[in-house]
């Protein structure tokens, strides 16, 4: 029997993610990755802060934060947000059918460990899945917003407090996590 899904509530912290269906991508070009931007900023900036991300060829990662001042369903606004990009992409691609597996996963950050490793696990997830050697190459995460002065949408500056500064941030991002389920740092 599957397990229920976690259901989203107000002020707290999910770790969110999805993987295309069978063997599709999800981002085939650049202009893909800039359009589901477009499309989440629509759907689901509103009802959810966002702490990190990365958009991978086949799946991506969220961590956010569902608002206190929560109108609508999340779970509906995000069914709705994939189906909006699907619909665009199936039609630009002259493809049918769903795009995402069904259901976006998701978990809820319950301490503190693990909102830390989140940040750090969405970021290095490129190179974890061989999309690149280093996953500071990566463009379509958020960890070089992190390090820019431009404006953006993230929650930059808590996450930047959270890890003690820039120093602190980087320095978490230099640790792996080995098969022995620890961090260590990376060469």
């Excluded at 702490?51 to 709705?80: G, K, W």
């Excluded at 619909?87 to 319950?110: C, V």
């Amino acid at each position: 029997m599957p397990t229920p899904k976690v259901q989203f509530e107000s002020g707290t912290f999910y770790h969110v993610w999805t993987h295309a269906n069978g063997l599709d991508n999800l981002f085939r070009e650049e202009d893909n990755y800039q359009f589901f931007f477009s499309k989440y900023a629509i759907y689901i900036h509103s009802l959810a802060k966002t702490f990190a991300y990365c958009l991978m060829p086949n799946h991506f990662h969220l961590m956010i934060q569902i608002r206190e001042s929560l109108v609508n369903n999340p779970s509906q606004a995000f069914s709705n947000f994939l189906n909006s990009y699907t619909q665009a992409f199936n039609k630009k691609y002259q493809r049918k059918g769903s795009l995402f597996i069904p259901n976006i996963d998701r978990r809820k950050i319950e301490s503190d460990s693990y909102f830390t490793r989140c940040i750090t696990y969405i970021h290095q997830n490129p190179a974890n899945h061989g999309f690149v050697k280093d996953f500071r190459d990566w463009k379509f995460s958020s960890w070089k917003s992190f390090l820019s002065e431009s404006p953006t949408k993230l929650e930059k500056q808590v996450v930047l407090d959270w890890f003690g500064g820039i120093e602190g941030f980087i320095k978490d991002h230099q640790m792996k996590y080995n098969q022995e389920n620890e961090w260590i740092f990376g060469k």
